[in-house]
């Protein structure tokens, strides 16, 4: 059946023929989940066929959808727009009105379809600005907003199937599927063209990565479905027979997990720092030999290699900690969850082992929106997985190592190119490799590593080269640092921009009997605080040559947040973005 699926539409036909589940898609509406069986999806999507067809919706329209949490509506959508030769736009809910229009422009989109009020209010705003969009419709109910049921009843008349049924056949496996626009380095998005081939082979080449229990398995889904690579696992979920539930949000993912119990789900860095430094701020609260139990465990865990490489004694005490320790951990996520795999930025590897200590495998991965995304991941399996890397290139994906240490890709994954930008396209696919923009090597194992992002690495006045990433990732493990920027590009020296944990700092602060400052701007001109993050700078400077390390830092009163444009969706730093608002901290830095 694997060989009959070449469009992605065909993933949910062959969840209904071989699954059929009850609860393929989860979404909590007002306090209540909903599901949706196999079979009302593909109903409703070939409704939504339907109703874009009464609307003159033709092969090659761009639809627009956009949402800003997950939820069953935008996969329905995906399906019907998709299966009539349509292209699916998916866009980024956190993004500008000014975004918002050169994206609906550049990509002429006809329709929209999003998920409430806000998104309504921004979209409605640039309309007339956009000569080819037609209509917007809304998920929710919205004031003034057409509402994408009303698509659903236009497409109630069966009478069409048949013209969607032509137009499902007429759809090739090379055929543009959807153009993903991601941020551009001169200021204006890039349209990734990614076709049905490029995602299917990636989905199927993946599948023997990951140790899902084809039918029984449950996940739960919170990146967003924007990003490639929450996408493409919806539509390996859609493969495997796994039951999707979606979070409600971020600020929900604790209270979701403990109702969903999922065995899988996807993380990011980030979000695993973040569970992390809950259970850390927990155990740091005990007293007496519960106390010396959970640090005990910690360090056990900390110490952590697959397949039993540290011998029996250590498997022997890992068991009671499980039993003891972990066990806690389990319950506080679900109790149920197996995997997770980690993409999008660096993992510290302590996290992968303290995790995989407690029976909650992480899974590392790696790849681009330009390749669908994922080029190497993980995989338990003895041979297949080495905390610290990236894991082995998947089937059908071939890597090389340029001369400079650029990760160079070949494979069906790779986009068709940059949307409307030959220019941009030839810079990348020059020859017959993608050049993804990071450094790499393999290690004697066959394991790839990631040593820095191309374009990220600078160059001090010095002449010494500098990568920032290895030197963030470092310092992200002290919970005194909840994001840094490192900078220095053409400067004197290695400096940094930091955003405090401003919780865990008043945590501390009460602690050691310090006065407890209610405004940041406060908190981050205490001379004693500043005294204590810069140990924290010491201490990961030791790993690190003496030309390298971070010689100043500036603490930023602000949290970085996706909202706020300082992170991406995935919750990495935004370096132009941070820099031009801290602009006249870099400026204090080196005294310009």
């Given amino acids: 059946m694997t060989k009959e699926i070449t469009r992605l539409f065909d993933f949910a036909y062959y969840q209904l023929e071989n699954y059929n589940l009850p609860k393929a898609f989860n979404t909590k509406y007002q306090g209540k989940w909903v599901a949706t069986s196999t079979k009302e999806f ?11 067809l009464k609307l003159g919706v033709k092969p090659g329209d761009k639809i627009a959808v956009i949402s ?6 935008w996969n329905i959508l ?6 009539i030769g349509a292209i699916n736009i998916p866009i980024y809910p956190t993004i500008n009105e000014d975004d918002f229009e050169y994206i609906f422009n550049h990509a002429e989109v006809t329709h929209c379809f999003l998920s409430d009020k806000d998104l309504f209010k921004k979209i409605n705003s640039i309309k007339n600005k956009v000569p080819t969009l037609q209509n917007i419709y809304s998920f929710d109910i919205v004031k003034g907003c ?11 008349d069966k009478s069409i199937q048949p013209e969607v049924e032509k137009l499902k056949d ?6 543009l599927a959807t153009i993903i626009y991601t941020s551009g380095t001169t200021g204006t998005p890039k349209g990734v063209m990614l076709s049905h081939k490029n995602v299917v082979t990636n989905v199927i080449d993946c599948m023997p990565r990951l140790p899902l229990e084809l039918g029984k398995i449950t996940a739960l889904s919170f990146l967003p479905v924007c990003h490639i690579f929450e996408r493409m696992l919806h539509y390996l979920y859609q493969f495997s027979g796994t039951s999707l539930y979606f979070a409600e949000g971020m600020d929900k993912i604790g209270e979701n997990i403990k109702e969903v119990k999922p ?5 990011v860095p980030r979000l695993l720092e973040k569970v992390y430094e809950g259970i850390i701020a927990k155990g740091a609260q005990l007293t007496g030999i519960k106390r010396l139990l959970f640090y005990w465990a910690l360090d056990l865990g900390l110490k952590y290699e697959p397949f039993g490489a540290n011998g029996w004694w250590y498997e022997f005490k890992l068991k009671i900690a499980n039993k003891l320790i972990f066990s806690k951990w389990r319950e506080a996520l679900g109790g149920n969850l197996e995997i997770m795999v980690s993409g999008s930025a660096a993992l510290q590897p302590r996290l992968a082992r303290v995790f995989t200590a407690a029976k909650m495998t992480i899974l590392e991965g790696y790849g681009l929106t330009e390749t669908s995304p994922v080029i190497s991941v993980n995989m338990i399996k003895k041979g297949m997985f080495k905390i610290g890397t990236i894991g082995k290139t998947i089937d059908n994906v071939e890597v090389k190592i340029a001369e400079d240490g650029e990760i160079l890709v070949k494979g069906p994954n790779i986009m068709l190119g940059y949307y409307k930008d030959a220019e941009r396209t030839a810079s990348v696919m020059s020859g017959e490799y993608f050049h993804t923009g990071d450094k790499g090597e393999f290690d004697a194992d066959g394991f790839l590593l990631i040593t820095g992002r191309k374009k990220e690495i600078f160059k001090t006045s010095g002449g010494k080269y500098i990568s920032p990433a290895l030197l963030e990732n470092e310092m992200k493990q002290s919970r005194f640092i909840e994001q840094i920027l490192v900078i220095g590009d053409g400067q004197k020296m290695p400096a940094a921009l930091i955003q405090p944990n401003f919780q865990f700092l008043r945590e501390w602060s009460k602690r050691k009997h310090e006065p407890v400052l209610e405004s940041n701007e406060d908190l981050i001109k205490n001379p004693i605080i500043l005294k204590r993050i810069q140990k924290e700078i010491d201490k990961g400077n030791k790993s690190f040559g003496k030309w390298e390390t971070i010689k100043v830092f500036e603490l930023t009163p602000d949290i970085w947040s996706v909202d706020n444009g300082l992170l991406t969706p995935t919750m990495k730093p935004k370096r132009k973005e941070i820099i031009a608002k801290y602009q006249h901290l870099y400026n204090k830095i080196y005294e310009l």
């Fill in 68 to 73: 800003t949490t997950n939820r069953t509506e």
């Fill in 170 to 175: 007429s759809v090739k496996t090379d055929d």
């Fill in 263 to 267: 065995q899988f789900m996807s993380v």
């Fill in 42 to 52: 593909v109903d409703k999507a070939n409704a939504i066929s339907r109703g874009l």
């Fill in 146 to 156: 057409e509402n994408w049921e009303e698509v659903v009843t236009l497409g109630e």
């Fill in 78 to 83: 995906d399906v019907g727009v998709l299966q």
